[in-house]
């Protein structure tokens, strides 16, 4: 095989977090920098691999092999990443979907220098709406179904195209989640509003392929309602059910069910679900991307899982090239 060159960019770490106003950007940078290092930890000292990682205007830790880049001044991060993609067999990106981000990445990287999900699961799954109604169509749990809408005791209501737990808020009553919605569209806001679904916050650890989708972890979110119904995360407890587990084998099935609802599911993935006192997982939004579950998980599993998500996409560059 031959070298291969690789960019890596994640979004917040790599400059596209400016100046935010929500408080939330020095806990979103720490996140982003987690998943960039971890990511570079697999890839690093890799005989046949060349790479090189975004930074923005901060410190950098000393990684072997390791080439950093910044943008220019006043560079958008868009342009930043076209150039540096022309100039690399393969990129991979870690972007939020909010605002088509994601979406727009993978359109200026191309997708034979793509490292990661297609265009259609991104576009479906940067929704939160789209995903429950194109997973709802195939028979998969969501809180879009009769039962969810029938049981429901409270509402929630969130940007439809968020990351993470940011702006979303549980009702007690419909009419005031119909009203918080109302609200948000009024200021051209991406929202949607859903039954909540009460049970344990869980999110799945997958690495997806052209022929199997497997199952790495199942882990716990660590969720927090505030007294106004705020919803806070405050991360993840690393593989809280084990994979010997007997839920295991049926959360299994279901990532195995999603991948074939959207096969352009690729690389690390994470899915989000709730486990129902009786009904069993409820799925809540598919991430078509590496998340912050990713953080440590190669060290748990004994595998470099990024490295293990890359070769494929590094094969079908040799093909290509020849």
Known sequence: MRTQRVFVYEYLSGGGLVGGEDGDDEELLEEGIAMRDALLEDLADVPWLRVSAATGSGPVPAMAGVHWARPREQESPHDFVLRQAASHDLSWIVAPETGGLLGCMRKLVGPMRWIGCDSVAIRVASSKLAT???????????????????????????????????????????????????????????????????????????????????????????????????????????????????????????????????????????????????????????????????????????????????????????????
């Open 132 to 322: 429950l109604e194109h997973l709802a169509r195939h028979g998969l749990p969501t809180p879009l179904d009769a039962c969810s809408a029938r049981e429901a005791t409270r509402w929630v209501v969130k940007p439809d195209d968020g990351a993470g737990a940011l702006h979303t808020r549980v009702h007690d009553a419909l009419a005031d989640a119909k009203a918080d919605l109302r609200q948000r569209q009024r200021m051209n806001a991406s929202a949607t509003l859903e039954p909540w679904v009460e049970g344990e916050a869980m999110s799945l650890s997958l690495l997806c392929g052209r022929q199997r989708t497997e199952l790495l972890s199942v882990n716990r979110q660590q969720l927090r309602l505030a007294a106004d119904g705020a919803v806070h995360f405050s991360g993840v407890c690393h593989g809280a059910i084990g994979l010997d587990d007997a839920r295991a084998a049926l959360l299994q099935r279901l990532a195995r069910d999603v991948a074939l609802a959207l096969p352009g599911l690729r690389g690390c993935v994470g899915i989000d679900l709730v486990w129902h006192p009786v009904r069993g997982p409820v799925l809540i939004e598919v991430n078509p991307r590496l998340t912050s579950a990713f953080v440590g998980l190669s060290q748990r599993l004994g595998r470099r899982l990024a490295l293990e998500a890359l070769e494929p996409f590094a094969r079908l560059e040799v093909l290509h090239a020849a």
